[in-house]
Each structure stands twice: as structure tokens, then as C-alpha cells.
Nanobody, 129 residues
Framework: QGQLVESGGGLVQPGGSLRLSCATS????????IAWFRQAPGKEREGVSC????????YWIDSVKGRFTMYRDNAKNTVYLQRNSLKRKDTAVYFC??????????????????????WGQGTQATASS
């Protein structure tokens, strides 16, 4: 059974930056898709980004395009979400979710449709003055 630990959350002012980390064990990050999701207070969880090992692409929701970057350090089995130009509406608990080797990969049209059986506990990231 794999393990996931998200970290790096905290409080930052709007316009600032914060990098989130997802440390994994038991998952082949260089072979399978992995996604970041978030859940804001009172709202449903939404997909933020998905990295596909099949075509090397990263898929994003429109609201974070150009501001967020997702990258991996395979040697550390860790995935990062670099978030810049933060807005108050980016406040949420952020989760990472890798797929197993039998996973369907990233849904190109809608990150929300991403499927995974593996979810971390999340890390709270707040953008507020």
C-alpha cells in the first residue's frame, strides 16, 4: 500500500507564492499519472492539475493556468505544486492523488474527471491579508 504526505501549506498574502509538496512511497511517479486537487470551504473538491506520463503533458483548470506549475523529483518520489500570483479564491485544502499502473491516465478535457484510489490527507493553503 502506498503512502502520501502533502505538506507546504500555510498562510500567504494575495499575490504571493507558495510551493506544496507531495511525498510518496510505493508509487511509480515516473510511470503513472498524478494529479492535484483542492477543496475550498463549503465547496466540492475540484481537480487542479494532472500530469500524464503517456504524453508528458500537464492538464490544468483554467483558473490557475499561467500561475501554477507542477513538477516531479523522481529521485525523491515527490511531486510539487508551485503556486504563484495567489488569489484569495485559491484558498483550499490541497490533495495529491497518484494513479496505480492500471489507472486510466489524465482526462484531457476535464481534470475533475480524474480517477484515483489513492488520496493524501491534504494540506491547508490560505491566501489572505
Amino acid at each position: 500500500q502506498g503512502q502520501l504526505v502533502e505538506s507546504g501549506g500555510g498562510l500567504v498574502q494575495p499575490g504571493g507564492s507558495l510551493r506544496l509538496s507531495c511525498a510518496t512511497s510505493g508509487f511509480a511517479l515516473d510511470a503513472n499519472a498524478i494529479a492535484w486537487f483542492r477543496q475550498a470551504p463549503g465547496k466540492e473538491r475540484e481537480g487542479v492539475s494532472c500530469f500524464s506520463t503517456r504524453d508528458g503533458s500537464t492538464y490544468w483548470i483554467d483558473s490557475v493556468k499561467g500561475r501554477f506549475t507542477m513538477y516531479r523529483d523522481n529521485a525523491k518520489n515527490t511531486v510539487y505544486l508551485q503556486r504563484n500570483s495567489l488569489k484569495r479564491k485559491d484558498t483550499a485544502v490541497y490533495f495529491c492523488a497518484p494513479q496505480s499502473s492500471t489507472g486510466p491516465g489524465c482526462p484531457r478535457a476535464d481534470v475533475d474527471a480524474y480517477e484515483s484510489e489513492h488520496w493524501g490527507q491534504g494540506t491547508q493553503a490560505t491566501a489572505s491579508s
